[in-house]
């Protein structure tokens, strides 16, 4: 990566004017959490490599506030309370102004009280489970009704499927999800004999019973769907296992939460074609936008690299944060968080994301399904949905708002207007 020289940013600086160069201290420091090594480095290790091409690509346009830019990484390593440890590092000993971060919801919720603690401020790009809102974060990816709910949708109404079995890796994420989704599917009349869930620990590799036992669902003849929320690498061995079972999309359907382009890089796809996933961003989106963020991506990276969801919400959260701190003239967490309410971004597919005073994004929901290259076929798309903070589908928390602008409240209960302390998914 090449950045801006110091004197050139001393003489961008003069340029700015002094104001501005005096609203933030040189260099702006960005943060980045994101697993390189473990289990969870198939997917992270993308997200640390898209920031630090953001970050380049911004000093290359002048930084920011007279100031370069200047990424800080560490690895976490997969390691959910390492995760803890590297944010309060990041803020105590490198003193960066954001951090963008974190793949797994157990790894964010680690992090969570270290960032209220000290004041930081965490853009987090993946889907997750929503049931969560804190001053302290700003959630890009998807909430539960801009994948899983919609991707369930799909399944009843276009697919016809009677009976659903939910896979999962065994943490708050899933869990949580699989609870909203098993409420949902109840209120469409969906008896509880005909949900089955299942969880595995990270990494999980032998996957030749549950395969038998989604496979014998099907066995009264009524059509089976499964929903994923397995993540990591255990993916690749849930999918050559259905594979070898020599089980088609036509005959049981997988809609993913956690696979997409990366993922299924490192995998033979064709026996997977037909097979879906539910993201708000595809590759494939036939965009000017995205066809000149695929081409940066591979010149930087290689022809072979793909773009992915996260990569895009990561895309979406940065380029709101940048035009924040200019909003409000400094990198203060404070004077930032205000001004994020309402900011407008294009998203790499169409349209615009817009931030919420829940931070939250709206974004379109789409459906994608695979093709023998590893690429998706988007076959479904909404208009932007905006996520919900707390789920309508889980009785105690469709009573429950989040409004950090007028309210400031992250978890305010209609029913009793009042602000309760935020609660933990543990």
């Not at 993540?231 to 296992?241: H, L, Q, R, S, T």
């Not at 036509?250 to 879906?276: C, K, M, Q, R, Y």
């Not at 930087?300 to 992915?308: A, D, F």
Request: hydrophobic share 40%; glycine share 8%; with cysteine.
């Amino acid at each position: 990566m090449t950045f801006l020289k110091n004197t050139a940013a001393s003489v961008l600086a003069l340029t700015l004017g002094a104001g501005a160069a005096m609203a933030a201290d040189c260099p702006i420091k960005v943060g980045v959490l994101h697993s390189l090594s473990g289990t969870m480095a198939i997917s992270e290790t993308t997200l640390k490599d898209t920031m630090l091409m953001l970050v380049n690509d911004q000093n290359e346009e002048g930084g920011l506030l007279g100031c370069e830019l200047e990424a800080v990484v560490v690895d976490p390593a997969s390691d959910w309370p390492l995760f803890a440890e590297k944010a309060r590092e990041l803020l105590t000993v490198h003193d960066v102004d954001v951090i963008f971060g974190n793949w797994t919801s157990v790894s964010r919720k680690s992090v969570l009280p270290v960032i209220e603690e000290l004041n930081g401020l965490l853009f987090y790009p993946v889907q997750y489970e929503g049931e969560e809102s804190s001053k302290n974060v700003f959630y890009t990816g998807a909430a539960p009704n801009q994948q899983a709910i919609p991707a369930t949708d799909y399944f009843l109404d276009e697919l016809g499927v009677e009976k659903f079995a939910l896979l999962g890796t065994d943490y708050v994420y899933p869990r949580t999800t699989n609870n909203i989704l098993e409420s949902y599917l109840k209120s469409k009349g969906i008896a509880e004999e005909d949900i089955f869930v299942n969880y595995t620990p990270f990494g999980h590799s032998d996957w030749s019973k549950i395969v038998s036992d989604v496979v014998a669902l099907g066995a009264d003849g009524k059509k089976v769907g499964v929903i994923s929320t397995i993540n990591g690498d255990a993916n690749i061995g849930f999918y050559k296992e259905l594979a070898a079972a020599g089980i088609s999309a036509d005959d049981i359907p997988v809609v993913a939460f956690s696979v997409g382009e990366e993922e299924l890089s490192g995998l033979d796809t064709s026996n997977l074609v037909g097979h879906l996933a539910a993201w708000n961003y595809f590759q494939s989106a036939d965009t000017e936008a995205n066809a000149e963020f695929v081409a940066k991506w591979k010149d930087l990276m290689g022809e072979e690299r793909v773009t992915n969801d996260p990569m895009e919400a990561h895309y979406i959260g940065f380029n709101m944060w940048v035009n924040a701190v200019k909003a409000a003239g400094t990198t203060d967490v404070d004077a930032v968080r205000a001004a994020m309410y309402g900011q407008e971004f294009p998203n790499l597919t169409g349209g615009t994301a817009v931030m919420g005073v829940n931070h939250h994004l709206a974004k379109p929901v789409l459906i994608g399904e695979i093709q023998d290259d590893g690429q998706f076929d988007i076959i479904s798309e909404t208009d932007p949905v905006p996520g919900d903070a707390w789920t309508d589908f889980l009785p105690e928390s469709a009573v429950l708002v989040s409004d950090w602008k007028d309210l400031g409240c992250g978890m305010y209960n209609t029913e009793t207007k009042t602000c309760v302390q935020i609660k933990s998914n543990y």
